[in-house]
């Protein structure tokens, strides 16, 4: 892991992209080929969060010119960002190769934060549903053994993607137990945004498990906690709507739709690949 990697913002990639470019002169200054590829390869990440992937791919191509020479570890992050391109952009057959060679890569190298997540990312573009699961517990299994401290982000996210993967497969239970795993990993790393996303999984676990009014009560003490931070969240907002739609209160869940599709159409990813789901909203948040 480089210096440059604290400065990562998921939720505000424009920002992070602006952090970036500001410390890539200095890299060139010192001559840096590896550091200065790795930065590349971020930078061209912010911009894929962005959906500006012509603009991502121009900086990947700057990138993979220079790996000759750059180490291992420049090389996997480029593989792997370049595999996350393809993916984000909609093509995520072509990812599939570079997901692979990052975790060979990664593997042999002994850089297993990079490999962890490229087994993670195969588990997402993998098309049979087997294959995802077998690519998380690989991810899972050298995360739990790694000694690399680096490392210990990842149990609680594997954990969450097996919950959803037992989830899509109906299995509501197995899904429950990995996610209450996932929260006991990221309760201990400490973290309040994560921790409050694994139990909003817990809460949407629930209201499958036909546990409403277990999960209606979980999302309003998180609804509670973001008011407290005057930080609107339209995930809460659509589980509140859900919930109370199910408990046949209609009038009371049609603001908290409204609401959800206010905030979750400002999202250019889900406009992009949910648009069912942000029409949904509108057409629950509609006055009768």
Request: charged residues 35%; glycine residues 8%; hydrophobic residues 40%.
């Amino acid at each position: 892991m480089e210096a440059f990697d604290e400065l990562w913002d998921y939720d505000d990639p424009a920002a992070s992209e602006e952090r970036f470019r500001d410390l890539l002169p200095d890299l060139v200054a010192h001559g840096d080929e590896s550091k200065r590829v790795q930065l590349l390869t971020q930078i061209a990440r912010t911009l894929g969060l962005q959906r500006r992937f012509d603009d991502a791919r121009a900086v990947l191509a700057e990138a993979g010119a220079r790996l000759d020479g750059a180490g291992d570890r420049a090389r996997a992050r480029w593989l792997l960002e370049t595999g996350r391109c393809h993916n984000s952009s909609g093509s995520p057959e072509r990812s599939l190769t570079f997901f692979l060679e990052a975790w060979e890569l990664a593997k042999e190298c002994g850089e297993d934060f990079h490999a962890v997540d490229a087994a993670h990312m195969l588990a997402i573009v993998e098309p049979a549903p087997e294959e995802r699961l077998a690519w998380t517990m690989r991810a899972l299994e050298l995360a739990e053994g790694s000694e690399d401290r680096r490392v210990g982000k990842w149990p609680g996210s594997l954990h969450n993607n097996i919950g959803w993967t037992w989830h899509e497969h109906g299995d509501y239970e197995r899904a429950l137990e990995h996610f209450r795993k996932a929260l006991a990993w990221r309760e201990r790393q400490g973290d309040v945004g994560t921790i409050r996303i694994t139990r909003w999984c817990i809460a949407r676990c629930l209201r499958s498990l036909e546990r409403v009014n277990e999960a209606l009560t979980m999302q309003r003490a998180l609804l509670g906690e973001y008011q407290a931070e005057d930080a609107p969240d339209g995930y809460v907002y659509e589980e509140l709507g859900e919930c109370l739609l199910l408990l046949g209160r209609e009038g009371e869940a049609r603001p908290w739709f409204a609401r959800a599709h206010t905030e979750l159409s400002a999202d250019p990813w889900l406009q992009a690949e949910e648009a069912d789901r942000l029409e949904r909203l509108v057409r629950l948040g509609q006055e009768r």
